[in-house]
């Protein structure tokens, strides 16, 4: 079961790669991974929650750690197809909110 987690924490690690929201580099063998400065803030804040900082390595992330990129990178495909939307004021709000669009809903009264 480990193996498919560090599948997956990878594939949403390059997703947020090929999105320029996270570098990787070479430390002594180690993979070291940056989240750049076009993180979207309701992500840097949904990470920051989690424990993870801006710099960090696969071996050191939790289990609930991995499990938080899966889900970041899911909620975005979910933004990027309209589904939802991502309203995150740091003055005002702990934490980012989730609400469904117009197309989302239609969608999600289709599922059931």
């Known amino acids: 079961m480990k193996l498919f987690k560090r599948l997956a924490v990878k594939a949403a690690l390059k997703k947020l790669s090929e999105k320029h929201l996270v570098t990787e580099r070479n430390v002594e063998g180690t993979v070291e991974y940056t ?3 076009q993180v979207p803030e309701w992500m840097q804040k949904t990470f920051a929650l989690g424990g ?3 710099s960090f390595t696969l ?3 939790t289990d ?3 499990d938080l990129f899966e889900v970041a990178c899911g909620v975005t495909d979910l ?3 309209g589904l939802i939307e991502i309203k995150y004021d740091p ?3 702990d934490e980012p909110i989730l609400s469904l669009t117009e197309k989302g ?3 999600a ?3 059931l």
């Open 35 to 37: 989240l750049t400065d």
């Open 52 to 54: 993870i900082g801006r």
């Open 59 to 61: 071996k050191n992330l």
């Open 64 to 66: 609930e750690q991995k």
């Open 79 to 81: 933004q990027n197809e």
């Open 91 to 93: 003055k005002t709000e």
């Open 105 to 107: 809903r239609q969608n």
């Open 109 to 111: 009264n289709k599922i």
